[in-house]
Every structure is written in structure tokens, then in C-alpha cells.
């Protein structure tokens, strides 16, 4: 006897949990990288409001204060992965970015106690705070069924272009209007507080923990990532598989590329303004301006190459496998090339020189699809703590970076000193691809289960034993995680 269930809903729960990652990355990121726009509007008087004070810090205070950041977040990205898994996503990222936005309203007045010593103390607490990542990759775990992981993993992503986007933009206005450089802290302190409670409200960690999804889209979700699991409490239980992460040739591949692809987009995201101040002249406002075009073609260029990917997936023109690496390739030389261009132009050609970087960073968004949800490829039960060791690392490399330019530019109007900026990231670029290009996998590891797999009781399985899902128009996915046109009907008949 057949029974057909309602039609999953287009737009769903999944979605809505999709657009609040969207939002509270957005505004997680803007916390994170408003400080290059600030620094630069701190140590320059851009603001029409006389009274907002103005400091004369060196290069070097400069450099400690944009890596500050990062060495709180290196200690807080392991520990992050374990809590979500722990205690579910839902509480560590609204805590975590609560913390972060109280810290950002008391930034101002801490600066005018102590100075740039109190803004790399409040920014390392701030670090602390910053669970991002391990949330979200733990979050679309949970709630992304297989056929949708592409689509609604690199919309939820493309919450970093936006912030990054708002960080530079209306942090460079803000800091030029008669708020000064201390309203770019209470505006994104703002933004934050009403996220979180958004995220209160309709959060929730799994389609199982809320009362408001429809039951065809909660089968549709669970009988997707939750067959093999008997119960939250097992899953609690299940053991980390240390020695099968660490000795996977994938997962380092993966981590190479992602620290890669962290090093030079932090060169751009903390040193951008600098060197549009510096080598090329640009006021704050144009500064502003132009800061923030490479991460708006970046957030624009998230979207196409999402509808090319699902494309390509829906009608397996390529693997899961093919498609990561095509994209992280792109995503990887693509910049590589272009900033050994930048080094070489000067003030004189300001186009080209806005161009360029423009090109290099707005290409980069292909490294959401190529690298950014492998995480999630290589073990759907433990993205959570994969997340937090890669951010570990990343968060390492992003605080190495404004330190070693900090001792390869001494004068930021220098362009020869840009230049060995820019030919080392392309260097890092490069070699962090060809190691992803050689090991990397879009194929589940075999650690990701225990030995002794799970099973559900056969009257739990019996809804989703031949369960089936149509998708109009797809000729089926079989690579893992493929796209899938939209309108997802699931039926499901009893045996």
C-alpha cells in the first residue's frame, strides 16, 4: 500500500534556520573586521565631529591590535566545536555572540581609559567570544538534508561577504559622519543584540526540538541525517574518532587549503584599507568605498557560482569531488595571479590598481563550495569538532598575518614593501591548492561512524525504510550532496 506524504515545503524551517546563520554571520563578521576601518579612522582625523579623539599609534601598535583578535579566537575555535556538540549550537552561538557585542559597546570607553592596550585586550576577549564557525558547520549538519547541503551551506555563507561588506562600507561612512570611529562600535554592538534575539526565538539545534516544522519536513530531515542515530543521547555518547582525523590525508589536505585561503583573504580583509590610504591616497570616504567593491562582487559571485554549482550537480556534469576542486582552484590561483599583478602598480594607475584588487577578492567567494563545507563531506557527525580544528588553525594563520606585514611594510605609502606583501600570499595561494588538488575528497571518511554502526529499531525505520525523494527535473544525485532543482516531494509506501 502506498501513502503519500504532503509535499515537503519549498521553503521550509531548514531555510529559515539557513537565513538566521546568514544574518548572525553577517554580523559576527562585522564585529570581527570593522577594526581595519576603524584603526585607520583612529589614527586620522576623518571625522566632522572634533571632538572624537584621534591617536598617533606606530605601525607596530597597529599590528597588534589587528591580530589581537585572532589570538582569542585560536583559543576559543576547539573548545567551540566540543560545546556545540556538547550542548548543541543553538546556546553557543548566542552566547558567544552576545559576549562579543557587549564587548563592542564597551570598546569606545575602554580605549579613552588605556588606550591601544585596553582596544587589544577588549578585541582578545572578543576572539574568545568568537564560536562562529563550529556553530554553523555543527547547525547545517543538523538541519541540511544531503540533497540541499550545497544550497543552503553557501547561502548561510554568504553571511561572511555580507559582513564583510557592511564592515568595510558603513564602518568607513560611519566613522566620517559626526558618530566618529567610536559609532562604528556601538552600530555593530547593535546589530549583533537584535540578532541574538532573533536566534533565541526561532532558533533551534535539530528538527526534532521545535514545535513549529511541519511533520513531512521533519520526516524529510531526519529520515535524511538521523536514520543511523537511536537516540540524542547516543549521539552525545558516540566517541570523537581522534586518531582516525588526525591521520586522515583528506582532512589535511582540507586544512592546508583553508589556511591558504584565510591568508591571503586576511591580507585583504584587515590590510586593505592601509594600502588604499597608503600606496594609492584614497580619503576615508573613497577609502570606504573601495574597501568594501571586492567583498560586494564577493558576496555577488557567491550566488552564481551557487546556481552554476547546483547546475552542474542536478545534471552530474561533475563529482562533489570535481566540483570542490574546480572551485577551490578558482578560488585559490585566481588571487594568486592577480596580487603578484597588484604589487606592481602604482598611484599612477589608480584604475587598474582598484580593478585588480577588486577581481582578487571577489573571485575568492568560489572557496565557500570548493573547501568551506567539506567539513561537512568528510564526517556529517563530527563537522562541529572538524569546524573547530580548522578555525584552531586559520585563526592562527589570520593572526599571523597583519604581524608579518607589520615587519615587511614600515611605511605604508611604500609600494616595494606592498609588493613582498602581495607575492607572499600568492606564494601561500598556490601551494595550499595543489595539496587540496592531490589529497582532497568530497567522499565520506570511514571514522565517521563507529565501528559498531547504530541502528534504529525497526518500527523507528519504518517511515524512512523506502522512502524516496523526488526531485522535478533532476536525473538523481549520486556524488553526495548534489543540488537538486527545487520543489522536493518525499514518499514514502509501507512494506
Known sequence: MEEDLEKVPRLGLRHLQAALLFIGLAANTILQLNVGVTVVAMTNATSINEDTPHYNWTESEKSYILSSFYWGSTLAQFPAGYLCKRFGSKAVLLWGTLGSALLSAATPHSIYAAGWQAFCLIRLLQGLCQVTWPCIHQHLANWAPEAERTRLGAFAYTGFDCGNVLAMYAAGTIASSPLGWPGISYASSGLALCWCLLWLLLGANRASETRFIGQAEREYIMGDLQMQMSSKKRERRRAIPWRGIFTSAPFYALLCA??????????????????????????????????????????????????????????????????????????????????????????????????????????????????????????????????????????????????????????????????????????????????????????????????????????????????????????????????????????????
Not at 561533475?318 to 576542486?325: D, F
Not at 578558482?330 to 594568486?336: D, R
Open 258 to 495: 583553508r589556511c591558504a585561503d584565510t591568508w591571503g583573504l586576511a591580507t585583504m580583509q584587515a590590510e586593505l584599507p592601509a594600502y588604499l590610504s597608503g600606496v594609492l591616497r584614497l580619503e576615508m570616504q573613497s577609502n570606504a568605498v573601495f574597501s568594501a567593491l571586492p567583498f560586494l562582487l564577493m558576496w555577488a559571485m557567491c550566488y552564481v557560482y551557487l546556481i552554476v554549482a547546483d547546475t552542474l550537480l542536478q545534471y552530474k556534469c561533475l563529482s562533489l569531488t570535481a566540483l570542490r576542486k574546480t572551485y577551490n582552484s578558482i578560488a585559490l590561483w585566481a588571487p594568486a595571479s592577480i596580487m603578484l599583478a597588484v604589487g606592481f602598480v602604482g598611484v599612477d594607475q589608480k584604475s587598474l590598481a582598484l580593478l585588480l584588487v577588486t577581481l582578487s577578492v571577489g573571485v575568492s567567494s568560489a572557496a565557500t563550495i570548493g573547501s568551506e563545507l567539506n567539513t561537512i563531506d568528510l564526517s556529517p557527525n563530527h563537522a562541529g569538532i572538524l569546524a573547530g580544528i580548522l578555525s584552531t588553525f586559520t585563526n592562527l594563520v589570520a593572526l599571523c598575518t597583519p604581524l608579518v606585514v607589520g615587519l615587511l611594510v614600515t611605511d605604508a605609502t611604500q609600494r616595494s614593501e606592498w609588493q613582498l606583501v602581495f607575492s607572499l600570499a600568492a606564494g601561500v595561494l598556490f601551494a595550499g591548492n595543489v595539496i587540496y588538488l592531490i589529497w582532497g575528497t568530497a567522499v565520506t571518511q570511514p571514522w565517521n561512524e563507529p565501528q559498531e554502526q547504530l541502528q534504529l529499531p525497526d518500527e523507528e525505520l519504518k517511515p524512512f525504510k523506502n522512502a524516496r525523494l523526488e526531485i522535478p527535473g533532476a536525473g538523481g544525485g549520486a556524488d553526495g550532496g548534489g543540488g537538486g532543482g527545487v520543489g522536493l516531494g518525499l514518499h514514502c509506501k509501507d512494506p
